[in-house]
């Protein structure tokens, strides 16, 4: 099966400028994660969907972070406007079955995002 | 809260050479632990998992026993090779953070020719 693909790999923009990172979940995955790892720290949890729906989104920093899931399929996260802080590699993760498959995620590559 | 403490890297070992990397944790209740490994370029994988006290996970020849009294998850292998090179995260899952993951900040293992 194809893994979480997550796009850009990388991207560079100025503070302020808008961002919108973009993650495939493996067909069929209902839950879909986003984490974050900023300045080689550890990878925070940001939230959770199940299909379309948001189930935790408690590890959002602020407002200025938006994420969607359309239709239950893939998720963009949106950082608007970005801050030199938001620099990081943020991974986006998928699992079937949320009760069976413990720590069973399949993640993404990570997009690196550098704010200048 | 959750949290994970994870040795400080960069490690630099020569191959062969047997690896450590210290992980305790702090947690509400029986927590599943976890290693996993992100290579070059790629996204992170699981690479081994304990869900009991005084299981032992194991993988490519990597161990870890989950140790509850000591609340420590230790990595290790006997011998490492150049392909090993790789940053490693332990990490946690409790029943009542919903199996969002809680990460330590990771380690990054250089093994040289």
């Known amino acids: 099966e194809a893994g979480v693909t997550q796009f850009p790999s990388h991207s560079v923009i100025e503070k302020g400028q808008t961002v919108t990172l973009r993650c495939d979940p493996i067909s069929g995955h209902d839950n879909l994660y986003w984490y974050r790892r900023v300045m080689g720290k550890e990878i925070k949890f940001l939230l959770h969907?199940?299909?379309?729906?948001?189930?935790?989104e408690s590890g959002m920093p602020n407002n200025r972070f938006l994420a969607e899931r359309t239709g239950g399929t893939y998720s963009t996260l949106k950082v608007q406007p970005a801050e030199l802080e938001d620099s990081g590699v943020y991974f986006c993760?998928?699992?079937?079955?949320?009760?069976?498959?413990?720590?069973?995620?399949?993640f993404g590559s990570g997009t690196r995002l550098t704010v200048v | 809260g959750n949290s994970v403490t994870q040795m400080e890297g960069p490690v630099t070992l020569s191959e062969e050479a047997f690896l450590t990397i210290n992980c305790t944790y702090t947690?509400?209740?029986?927590?599943?632990l976890f290693w996993y490994v992100q290579y070059p370029g790629e996204g992170l994988q699981l690479l081994l998992k304990?869900?009991?006290?005084?299981d032992k996970g194991s993988n490519k020849g990597f161990e870890a026993t989950y140790r509850k009294e000591t609340t420590s998850f230790h990595l290790e292998k006997g011998s490492v090779q150049v392909s090993d090179s790789a940053v490693y995260f332990c990490?946690?899952?409790?029943?009542?953070?919903?199996?969002?993951?809680?990460f330590g900040s990771g380690t990054q293992l250089t093994v040289l020719p």
């Open positions: 990490a946690l899952s409790s029943l009542g953070s919903a199996r969002q993951l809680t």
């Open positions: 947690a509400t209740g029986y927590p599943s």
């Open positions: 993760a998928s699992s079937q079955d949320l009760i069976r498959r413990v720590g069973g995620y399949t």
């Open positions: 969907f199940v299909k379309e729906s948001k189930q935790d």
């Open positions: 304990a869900t009991k006290a005084d």
